[in-house]
C-alpha cells in the first residue's frame, strides 16, 4: 500500500453521489482554496487534483449544461482564431462554460470545419504571407529590476541636491533641451551589432553638461560626498532559482566634483556590467 | 470626393494670455466609431490621417482622410478605405518623410499587416505571421514602426511575446518572450531598444544586443493592475509615458531614476485612454481620458523632481463631448493634435 496525501490507497475512477456532495458541502464551508487540504477535511480517499477537478467541471453550481448556442460557437470559432487552444482563456469568455467543454466541443465539432489546404486570406485571396523557414529561436530574457531601497535612496538625494541647487541658483528649470538621437550606422541586414566607433545615444545621454546646466562651485555637491556605498543595487529575478540573486555596485558615489554636476551613468552599462560607476 | 464641414471651437486653456488667435478645433465624422488613428510623415502628404473602425463584426474599416489647412475641410475618396479583419488595435504609416519611399501603412489586429497607398486603391502587400506551423497567430494588441531604421516592426501580443519584424525580408527577426502576462503596448526608443508594458503591470526595456536580459524600469504599484499604454518620447528619449488599467494618472518616467517616477499627472477624473508626446521638441505630453478631456502638460518645465508631481496643472485643455478614446500628436505640424471619440475625429490646433 502507498501513501499518498495521508490517505491508504487513493481511490481512482468514477465518482458516486456520496462523494459529490462530501465535496459541495466541504467547498461550501472552506471556500475554493487550499486544496490539498480539501481531501482531509471532507472525508473523501480521494487525491486534491482529482478534487480540484471534479468540483471545476462538474459541481460548480454556475456550470452550463446542455447545447452550445449559436452564439456561443461564433464566439468559440472567433476566439480560437485569436487564441489558438488556450482553452482556459477562451472558456474565461464563455459564461458558465468550462475550458473542458470548449475543448470538448471544439475537437468533437468545429476542428475540422476550420482546416484549409491553402492559405487564403480572410476574403479568399491569394496574399503574400512570411514563408520564410528559417528556424526562429523564442528567447525569455531574464528580468532584471532595481532595489527598491537603493532606488529610493539614490532619488531621495538627488531631489534633495537638485532643490538646494534651484535655492542657490535662483534657476527654475536644470534641463536643456534634448539633442534627437543619431541616425543608425547605414547597413545592408538587420545587424544587432553596433560599430566600434559608434556612440549610441543612450550611451552620450546623461554624459556632463548635455541634458543639466553646469553651476558654480559655490553650489552643494550631488550625491554621497563621503563616498558611501550603495550595496544591491539591481536584483537578478529568474524562474530558474528559488530566491533572487543579488549582484552589489560597489561605491556608486552620486556625484564627481563639488564644481559640477554629472550624471555620467549609462543606464544600459550599470545593469549589464559589475564594475564601479560614478554617477 | 466627400467634402465635410468643420466646426470651430476655441481651446480652453488655463490662461487667457495663452491662447493663441488660431487655436480651433476642425472636426470630421466617420460613418463608424473610432478605435484608432495615425498621421501621415511624409512631406508630400502632409495633414493626412488613417482612422480605423471599432465595429464588434468581423469585418471592420479603415480610412484616409485628407485635412486642408487652407480651406480647414476635410476630404475622403471612396475608393482609398479598405476592409480590415476585426477592430485595427494600431495604424502606422512609413515613418519617413521621404516621398521617394514607399506609401505604406501597417496595421495590426490578429495579425501584422502592410497596405500599399496608391493614388486610386490601397492594397494589401503583405501579411506577418509568426506561427509557421498553422494560420494561427495570437492577438496583436500594438506595434511601433522604428523611424530610425524603418525596417524593423516590433509587436506586442496577448501570448506574452514581443516580435520584432524585418520587413523588407517579410520575416520574423527577434521573438523574445516580454512579459508574464497578456503584452498590451510596445515602444522603441533607439536602436536596437525598446520598451513595453504588459498585465504584468511593469515596464521592461529590451535591448536586441543582448536578449538574454530585460530590465524592468517600474512596476505599477497597484497590484495585479496591468499597464495599457507606453509610450518613448522620441525626441527626449530618457522620458517614458505610461498609463495603467482604470487609472487617471499619466506616469512619466526618467530612465536614469528606475523604479520611481519622475511625474504622477493626475489630473483627469476619469480613466486614461491614451497618450502621446509633441514629437521633435519632446517636451509636451497630451493624455486623453474617459472624462472627455484631451490635457497637455509641459513635462519639463516643471521643477525636477517634482517632490509632490501629482499637483502639477496642465499646460492647457480641451473638453469633448465623449469619452476620448485615442490622441496622436501631428509629426509634421507640431501645432496640431488629432483626437478621437465616438465616430468623430477632431484636429486640436494648439
Redesign the interface.
Same mark, same amino acid.
Given at each position: 500500500m502507498t501513501t499518498v496525501e495521508g490517505f491508504v490507497g487513493v481511490r481512482k475512477g468514477a465518482w458516486t453521489h456520496e462523494e459529490d456532495n462530501l465535496l459541495r458541502k466541504c467547498i461550501e464551508k472552506y471556500g475554493e482554496q487550499k486544496w490539498h487540504q480539501i481531501p482531509l477535511r471532507a472525508g473523501l480517499n480521494r487525491c486534491r487534483k482529482s478534487c480540484r477537478l471534479r468540483w471545476l467541471n462538474y459541481l460548480k453550481p454556475n456550470i452550463k449544461r446542455g447545447e452550445f448556442t449559436e452564439d456561443e460557437v461564433d464566439m468559440i470559432l472567433r476566439l480560437h482564431k485569436l487564441l489558438g487552444n488556450r482553452w482556459s482563456l477562451i472558456a474565461g469568455r464563455l459564461p458558465g462554460r468550462t475550458a473542458n467543454d470548449v475543448k470538448n466541443y471544439w475537437n468533437t465539432h468545429l476542428r475540422r470545419k476550420t482546416v484549409s489546404s491553402k492559405r487564403l486570406d480572410w476574403k479568399g485571396m491569394k496574399i503574400s504571407t512570411n514563408q520564410n523557414t528559417e528556424k526562429i529561436n523564442v528567447i525569455k530574457p531574464q528580468p532584471r529590476t532595481f532595489s527598491k531601497k537603493a532606488s529610493v535612496r539614490m532619488n531621495a538625494k538627488i531631489t534633495m541636491e537638485l532643490h538646494n541647487k534651484r535655492e542657490l541658483l535662483g534657476h527654475p528649470n536644470l534641463y536643456k533641451k534634448a539633442p534627437p538621437p543619431p541616425p543608425p550606422p547605414p547597413s545592408s541586414s538587420l545587424s544587432m551589432e553596433t560599430p566600434a566607433n559608434e556612440i549610441m545615444w543612450w550611451e552620450r545621454l546623461l554624459q556632463s553638461g548635455e541634458f543639466v546646466q553646469e553651476t558654480p562651485a559655490t553650489t552643494s555637491m550631488i550625491g554621497c560626498s563621503d563616498g558611501t556605498t550603495v550595496t544591491n543595487f539591481w536584483e537578478e529575478k529568474s524562474s530558474m532559482f528559488a530566491g533572487s540573486t543579488c549582484f552589489e555596485v560597489d561605491k556608486i558615489c552620486l556625484g564627481k566634483h563639488h564644481h559640477d554636476m554629472d550624471f555620467e551613468a549609462d543606464l544600459w552599462n550599470l545593469l549589464n556590467t559589475e564594475e564601479e560607476y560614478a554617477i | 470626393m466627400r467634402k465635410c464641414s468643420r466646426d470651430r471651437v476655441k481651446l480652453k486653456m488655463q490662461s487667457p494670455s495663452e491662447k493663441k488667435p488660431g487655436a480651433g478645433v476642425y472636426s470630421y465624422m466617420a460613418q463608424w466609431p473610432i478605435s484608432t488613428l495615425a498621421w501621415s510623415v511624409r512631406c508630400d502628404k502632409k495633414s493626412r490621417l488613417a482612422i480605423g473602425s471599432f465595429l464588434e463584426d468581423?469585418s471592420n474599416k479603415v480610412e484616409l482622410v485628407q485635412f486642408n489647412p487652407d480651406t480647414s475641410d476635410f476630404t475622403t475618396d471612396t475608393r482609398l478605405m479598405f476592409?480590415h479583419?476585426?477592430a485595427p488595435t494600431n495604424i502606422m504609416f512609413f515613418p519617413s518623410e521621404d516621398p521617394a519611399n514607399p506609401d505604406l501603412i501597417a496595421t495590426s489586429g490578429?495579425y501584422l499587416r502592410l497596405w500599399e497607398v496608391h493614388d486610386d486603391r490601397i492594397e494589401?502587400?503583405?501579411?506577418?505571421?509568426?506561427n509557421?506551423s498553422?494560420? $494561427?497567430s495570437?492577438?496583436i494588441t500594438s506595434f511601433d514602426w522604428a523611424g $530610425?531604421?524603418t525596417? /524593423?516592426v516590433a509587436t506586442s501580443s496577448?501570448d506574452t511575446?514581443c516580435i520584432v519584424w524585418?520587413i523588407e /525580408?517579410?520575416?520574423?527577426?527577434?521573438?523574445?518572450?516580454?512579459h508574464d502576462k497578456e503584452v498590451y503596448d510596445i515602444s522603441w #526608443? #533607439?536602436?536596437? %531598444?525598446f520598451a513595453s508594458v504588459s498585465g504584468d503591470g511593469?515596464v521592461?526595456v529590451?535591448?536586441? /544586443?543582448?536578449?538574454?536580459?530585460?530590465? %524592468? %524600469?517600474y512596476?505599477n504599484p497597484v497590484r495585479d493592475c496591468p499597464l495599457l499604454r507606453l509610450e518613448w518620447n522620441?525626441?527626449?528619449?530618457?522620458l517614458i509615458a505610461t498609463v495603467g488599467m482604470d487609472s487617471n494618472k499619466v506616469v512619466v518616467l526618467d530612465? /536614469?531614476?528606475?523604479?520611481?517616477p519622475l511625474l504622477d499627472l493626475s489630473r483627469h477624473k476619469g480613466s486614461v485612454n491614451a497618450i502621446s508626446w509633441a514629437p521633435? %521638441? #519632446?517636451?509636451q505630453l497630451c493624455s486623453v481620458a474617459d472624462d472627455s478631456t484631451a490635457l497637455i502638460w509641459e513635462v519639463? #518645465?516643471a521643477? $525636477?523632481?517634482l517632490?509632490n508631481g501629482c499637483n502639477l496643472e496642465p499646460l492647457m485643455w480641451y473638453g469633448s463631448g465623449s469619452e476620448i478614446n485615442q490622441v496622436r500628436w501631428s509629426a509634421t505640424d507640431l501645432d496640431c493634435i488629432a483626437i478621437a471619440f465616438l465616430n468623430k475625429l477632431q484636429l486640436l490646433k494648439v
Open positions: - | 468581423y476592409d479583419p476585426y490578429d494589401l502587400k503583405s501579411l506577418l505571421n509568426s509557421k498553422s494560420e $494561427f495570437s492577438a $530610425f531604421d525596417r /524593423r496577448v511575446t524585418d /525580408r517579410e520575416a520574423l527577426d527577434t521573438q523574445l518572450v516580454a #526608443g #533607439g536602436f536596437n %531598444i511593469s521592461r529590451f535591448d536586441l /544586443r543582448d536578449k538574454e536580459r530585460s530590465t %524592468i %524600469i512596476e522620441k525626441a527626449d528619449p530618457r530612465i /536614469r531614476y528606475p523604479t520611481t521633435c %521638441i #519632446g517636451q519639463l #518645465g521643477d $525636477f523632481p517632490e
